[in-house]
């Protein structure tokens, strides 16, 4: 049956008033799909996914894009999904499918993204026979999932749908899995329309601060020598962006964002003390440890950020700790005044109590503290050598894109490595959400995926890709998908012919043995692009690259691969090493 235009309005109407109608399970899950608002889908087909596929053949109000890799599928959609604050889905067959699409499914958990993930499974009676291309999709998902399905009857389809999208987008959010077997798919069931609620007894976040606790953040706050604003990824999740921008220039209070939070407060403002952590800056890492209270926003105290748990509680200061997700606090550091609830909602609250209040922080007693930390900041530790013209540096790059971009609306994916610590360091975000990389897991081979899946969604705004020669290679194979579906991206290549970040923790380490971390035969990457239908360019002069840059974005419907060689002796700094606290940092090679 034809699933056209249309029948949207009814789908998305989601009322079991309809009228009847007999369709298979995979006509339901369009529909339950059309009723979600659902825009793209990636994917890659499978025998035990035919039957939805077939069912999307016949309608015309989803696109699918055809990945070539279902790992690739999953980043995809999880990039979607960063960029717009939608469920991203994907869509892969059994077995292999599954398998291959696990790590994208865990890059996602770990950073809390809301996404739907459909699986096929191999028809119910064959369960657990060792079916052709059978696995335990529920099994081995279950640790890396906010909550998973496994669908045996056609007719629970709708309903359950209609619980994931709620499950992933809702509370802390996350992916979760529908497992759908062939025949459920192919299995006929009377459909009067998609539920429009749901509900769940036990699942029941709270969105709601606490008021009282609230207003003891509120005293204790105002009432701070040495204060410090201290957010996560939680900020953009909720989209508390502007809240979070009022609370801190109401104040004028200091500001660090985690990586996961950048952008969550203008990097260009003077009280955004730059990000924090292992690679974090020196004023930004010392107010962290110095603060006498700390306000922490939809962050977690990884082990990225505070370093060692013990050199941290070595200070004395009180923590007001805001998240919607009460396993997040308290655990990895005792916090003073918790408080449960959506980001946004509570830093509302906080705003509207603290404007009521008519107090103002002590203007002498917060001099001091500024005066302290502008001495930490006057030591400029994201400083490099500028004076180098035979060989390009890779913060070069990096400020150089910042400058030519930081007016027109930009989105910027990373990989994994010293390229994205770079991008985070040297590229100014002040803007939420324009900042997509993997923060928790740290998966190489996203950063094409991310970029792609924006470029659909964004396709107005312009979409960079900043990578390392290792990590896009992982997924380099959508180039291919990039040309099919005219997402013309830039690629970035930051070519130091390392695995960067692991040459760089072998030579401090390791005594410079650098086992298996030099890339001894690379491919040509401009001839590879070429060959995937796109431009390459080679940048090898530090005088080239901002003319390359230019170029590039003159291309605007190409896919552009710069292959930028880059020195391979540079190390990012500051660096915290394992073990250390936040502020016993390397500065430099000096301090090798």
Same mark, same amino acid.
């Given at each position: 049956?034809?699933?056209?235009?249309?029948?949207?309005?009814?789908?998305?109407?989601?009322?079991?008033?309809?009228?009847?109608?007999?369709?298979?399970?995979?006509?339901?899950?369009?529909?339950?799909?059309?009723?979600?608002?659902?825009?793209?889908?990636?994917?890659?087909?499978?025998?035990?996914?035919l039957?939805?596929?077939?069912?999307?053949?016949?309608q015309?109000?989803?696109?699918?894009?055809?990945?070539?890799h279902?790992?690739?599928?999953?980043h995809?959609?999880?990039?979607?999904?960063?960029?717009?604050?939608?469920?991203?889905?994907?869509?892969?067959t059994?077995?292999?499918?599954?398998?291959n699409?696990?790590?994208?499914?865990?890059?996602?958990?770990?950073?809390?993204?809301?996404?739907?993930?459909?699986?096929?499974?191999?028809?119910?009676?064959?369960?657990?026979?060792d079916a052709?291309?059978e696995?335990?999709?529920?099994?081995?998902?279950?640790?890396?999932?906010?909550?998973?399905?496994?669908?045996?009857?056609?007719r629970?389809?709708?309903?359950v749908?209609?619980?994931?999208?709620h499950?992933?987008?809702?509370?802390?959010?996350?992916?979760?899995?529908?497992?759908?077997?062939?025949?459920?798919?192919?299995?006929?069931?009377?459909?009067?329309?998609?539920?429009?609620?749901?509900?769940?007894?036990?699942?029941?976040?709270?969105?709601?601060g606490?008021?009282?606790?609230?207003?003891?953040?509120?005293?204790?706050?105002?009432?701070?020598?040495?204060?410090?604003?201290?957010?996560?990824?939680?900020?953009?999740?909720?989209?508390?962006?502007? /809240?979070?921008?009022?609370?801190v #220039?109401? @104040?004028? $209070?200091p500001? %660090? &964002?985690?990586?996961?939070?950048?952008?969550? *407060?203008?990097?260009?403002?003077?009280?955004?003390?730059?990000?924090l952590?292992?690679?974090?800056?020196i004023?930004a890492?010392?107010?962290?440890?110095?603060?006498?209270v700390?306000?922490?926003?939809?962050?977690?105290f990884?082990?990225?950020?505070?370093?060692?748990?013990?050199?941290?509680?070595?200070?004395?200061?009180?923590?007001?700790?805001?998240?919607?997700?009460?396993?997040?606090?308290s655990?990895r550091?005792?916090v003073?005044i918790?408080?449960?609830g959506?980001?946004?909602?509570?830093?509302?609250?906080?705003?509207?109590?603290?404007?009521?209040?008519?107090?103002?922080?002590?203007?002498?007693?917060?001099?001091?503290?500024?005066?302290?930390? /502008?001495?930490?900041?006057?030591? #400029?530790? @994201?400083? $490099?050598?500028? %004076? &180098?013209?035979?060989?390009?540096?890779?913060? *070069?790059?990096?400020e150089?894109?910042?400058?030519?971009?930081?007016?027109?609306?930009?989105y910027?994916?990373?990989?994994?490595?010293?390229?994205?610590?770079?991008?985070?360091?040297?590229?100014?975000?002040?803007?939420?959400?324009?900042?997509i990389?993997?923060?928790?897991?740290?998966?190489?081979?996203?950063?094409?995926?991310?970029?792609?899946?924006?470029?659909?969604?964004?396709?107005?705004?312009?979409v960079?890709?900043?990578?390392?020669?290792?990590s896009?290679?992982?997924?380099?194979?959508?180039?291919?998908?990039?040309?099919?579906?005219?997402?013309?991206?830039?690629?970035?290549?930051?070519?130091?012919?390392?695995?960067?970040?692991?040459?760089?923790?072998?030579?401090?380490?390791?005594?410079?043995?650098?086992?298996?971390s030099?890339?001894?035969?690379?491919?040509?990457?401009?001839?590879?692009?070429?060959?995937?239908?796109?431009?390459?360019?080679?940048?090898?002069?530090?005088?080239d690259?901002?003319?390359?840059?230019?170029?590039?974005?003159?291309?605007?419907?190409?896919?552009?691969?710069m292959?930028?060689?880059?020195?391979?002796?540079?190390?990012?700094?500051?660096?915290?090493?394992?073990?250390?606290?936040?502020?016993?940092?390397?500065?430099?090679?000096?301090?090798l």
């Amino acid at each position: 049956m034809e699933i056209s235009k249309a029948e949207i309005k009814s789908a998305a109407a989601a009322s079991g008033a309809g009228h009847p109608q007999e369709l298979r399970g995979a006509e339901i899950l369009v529909k339950a799909l059309q009723a979600e608002n659902v825009k793209y889908v990636w994917g890659y087909p499978g025998g035990a996914v035919l039957h939805i596929y077939d069912a999307f053949y016949k309608q015309d109000t989803i696109q699918h894009v055809l990945v070539r890799h279902e790992q690739a599928a999953v980043h995809a959609a999880d990039g979607y999904a960063r960029a717009t604050g939608d469920v991203g889905v994907a869509l892969v067959t059994s077995g292999p499918g599954v398998t291959n699409a696990v790590t994208g499914i865990a890059t996602a958990y770990m950073d809390s993204i809301p996404m739907v993930i459909i699986t096929g499974q191999v028809p119910t009676h064959a369960i657990g026979m060792d079916a052709f291309q059978e696995c335990d999709a529920v099994g081995i998902t279950r640790p890396v999932v906010k909550h998973n399905f496994l669908i045996k009857d056609v007719r629970q389809l709708a309903d359950v749908m209609k619980k994931a999208f709620h499950i992933a987008r809702s509370g802390r959010p996350g992916p979760v899995v529908v497992d759908i077997p062939k025949d459920v798919s192919f299995n006929k069931t009377t459909y009067t329309g998609y539920p429009d609620k749901v509900e769940m007894r036990s699942y029941n976040p709270v969105r709601k601060g606490h008021g009282g606790q609230i207003r003891k953040a509120m005293q204790l706050l105002l009432s701070a020598k040495r204060p410090y604003i201290y957010t996560g990824g939680g900020v953009v999740l909720s989209n508390a962006s502007a /809240e979070l921008r009022t609370l801190v #220039d109401m @104040l004028g $209070y200091p500001c %660090t &964002n985690t990586l996961m939070g950048l952008g969550s *407060y203008p990097a260009s403002d003077r009280k955004f003390l730059g990000m924090l952590g292992m690679h974090g800056t020196i004023e930004a890492n010392n107010a962290m440890q110095n603060c006498d209270v700390l306000l922490a926003v939809g962050a977690r105290f990884d082990d990225r950020v505070i370093g060692n748990p013990k050199h941290f509680g070595q200070n004395e200061r009180k923590i007001i700790h805001v998240d919607v997700d009460p396993s997040s606090i308290s655990k990895r550091v005792r916090v003073d005044i918790p408080i449960v609830g959506d980001v946004k909602d509570v830093l509302g609250e906080l705003n509207a109590m603290i404007r009521d209040s008519g107090v103002k922080p002590d203007a002498a007693v917060l001099a001091a503290w500024w005066e302290t930390i /502008e001495a930490w900041r006057k030591k #400029d530790c @994201l400083r $490099y050598d500028r %004076t &180098n013209l035979e060989v390009i540096k890779p913060q *070069y790059v990096v400020e150089t894109l910042w400058n030519l971009t930081k007016d027109a609306d930009t989105y910027i994916t990373s990989d994994v490595g010293q390229h994205q610590m770079w991008a985070a360091q040297y590229y100014k975000f002040n803007e939420p959400r324009r900042w997509i990389n993997s923060g928790g897991l740290g998966t190489m081979g996203v950063g094409i995926p991310y970029a792609m899946g924006i470029k659909l969604a964004k396709p107005d705004s312009e979409v960079y890709c900043i990578t390392g020669e290792g990590s896009v290679q992982m997924c380099i194979q959508e180039l291919s998908t990039c040309l099919q579906y005219n997402t013309p991206i830039k690629i970035v290549s930051l070519n130091n012919r390392y695995l960067g970040m692991v040459r760089q923790w072998q030579e401090i380490d390791y005594e410079g043995r650098y086992s298996h971390s030099y890339m001894d035969a690379l491919p040509n990457f401009v001839k590879l692009a070429e060959a995937y239908g796109h431009v390459g360019m080679l940048i090898e002069h530090p005088r080239d690259v901002e003319p390359a840059l230019r170029e590039a974005r003159k291309l605007k419907d190409r896919t552009v691969f710069m292959d930028f060689r880059t020195d391979p002796t540079e190390n990012v700094f500051p660096m915290v090493k394992a073990g250390k606290g936040i502020t016993e940092m390397l500065l430099g090679s000096e301090d090798l």
